[in-house]
């Protein structure tokens, strides 16, 4: 949610539990639409997830690995856009404490 500061200027705050809850959900749900798609599932197929009752047994490995490696790739390509925005944050002004608040490290 974009927020304004009194100076007008744009803020940013922290997640709230729900948030976070929403944001883990969606996280899984695209790891397995691209596990999906890699397996060559259409949308429409069974199984919708790794835990689906109608994914055979003996799947059920593969569908977790599927899932583990997008999620290795999602893992991946959110810390290259951290590290440019950390990079592109200092640019533009930010300093390290605000930086390392956002990254929630201190």
Known sequence: ???RGQDGSMRWRTL???ELADLDREV???AW???RRLGGLRVEQAPFGPADPQLPESD???AHLARLYLLAK???SADSRADADAFYAGQAGAGY???AAALGIS
């Open 1 to 3: 949610m974009r927020t």
């Open 16 to 18: 709230t539990e729900s």
């Open 28 to 30: 899984a749900e695209l």
């Open 33 to 35: 639409r691209w596990a």
């Open 60 to 62: 059920r490995a593969a």
């Open 74 to 76: 999602i893992r991946a």
């Open 97 to 99: 404490p605000e930086i």
